[in-house]
């Protein structure tokens, strides 16, 4: 029973402007359909958003009640300015963050559709948790297991930058590539990031997760990222904390999610060095 988390993000430059006018739509690689999972089920974990100049208000709606409730409004999200991680403010604003998860079913989609003003840009990020998603393997451990194989605490640079469009994906960057310290035939696992300048979203992928994106909201102005994985994990009870082995380090890559283009946040990894493989 393979288990997986996903990163999905949704985005859409240069808002035309109105009442739920702007339909954002997935960024390349992503999708807005829940996948084909197999036994158990799927929910939205976590959830955050930016509107790069004002206020707004977005909307995320399913076909299914169980869901949204309903298909005419959903679930309303407002996006404020008045404090920091806000719109209007370089960082994520978290909309579903901590205990409430809202369930997604097969072969559903998702909409999200906002209220803006013209010419913002905004985008919006999720994890979705699959208790069983076939082809996909995902190493994540518990945070006991982390715990109990820790051998050494290391931050590893990387400079992986925006795209040129806001709200795109920005080039991946191996974790490797600025600061090439991970020793060989070694396990590491990533308890989160720091970043120099706050931007949405800090995504990663690699071979250990099945080619599947899954990230972190990279605000640093009111969430504590250095160790989001960890606080998912304990939170939720549920093995959440992403591992690899130093000889994928080249693989591992970075990408980076911004509503101001080609934003370079300057970004820290902190890891754990294991003295083992987890599971």
């Not at 409004?73 to 209007?88: C, D, E, I, Q």
């Not at 803006?116 to 990020?125: C, E, F, I, L, Q």
């Not at 992928?205 to 990230?215: L, S």
């Not at 380090?249 to 934003?263: F, H, M, P």
Request: glycine share 10%.
């Amino acid at each position: 029973m393979p288990p997986a988390i996903v990163l999905t993000t949704q985005s859409k430059p240069n808002l035309t402007g109105g009442a739920f006018a702007d339909t954002l739509s997935a960024n390349s690689g992503d999708s807005t359909a829940i996948a084909n999972y197999g036994i158990g089920g799927a929910r939205i974990l976590d959830m955050w958003a930016m509107d790069s100049a004002a206020v707004a208000e977005l909307r995320l709606r399913t076909t299914r009640p169980e869901s949204t409730h309903d298909q005419q409004n959903g679930v309303r999200f407002l996006l404020h300015s008045t404090t920091p991680g806000g719109a209007g403010k370089q960082g994520a604003l978290m909309l579903l963050p901590g205990d409430p998860v809202i369930p997604v079913f097969k072969s559903d989609t998702l909409t999200l559709d906002v209220t803006g003003t013209a010419a913002d840009n905004v985008a919006v990020s999720y994890l979705t948790q699959y208790d069983d998603l076939p082809g996909v393997q995902g190493q994540f451990a518990s945070w006991p297991q982390i715990q109990a194989l820790h051998k050494s605490t290391v931050g590893i640079r990387c400079d992986a930058v925006a795209s040129g469009t806001a709200g795109a994906y920005g080039a991946t960057r191996a974790i490797n590539a600025d600061d090439d310290r991970l020793h060989a035939d070694t396990y590491y696992a990533i308890l989160g990031v720091t970043v120099q300048t706050p931007v949405l979203t800090v995504a990663f992928t690699g071979p250990g997760w099945g080619g599947q994106k899954f990230g972190l909201p990279a605000d640093g102005l009111s969430q504590n990222i250095s160790t989001f994985f960890v606080r998912q994990s304990v939170f939720y009870n549920v093995p959440l904390v992403p591992w690899f082995s130093s000889n994928d380090k080249g693989n591992v890559l970075l990408q980076v999610v911004d509503t101001t283009a080609s934003t370079s946040p300057k970004i820290d990894v902190l890891l754990y060095e294991l003295t083992g493989r987890p599971g």
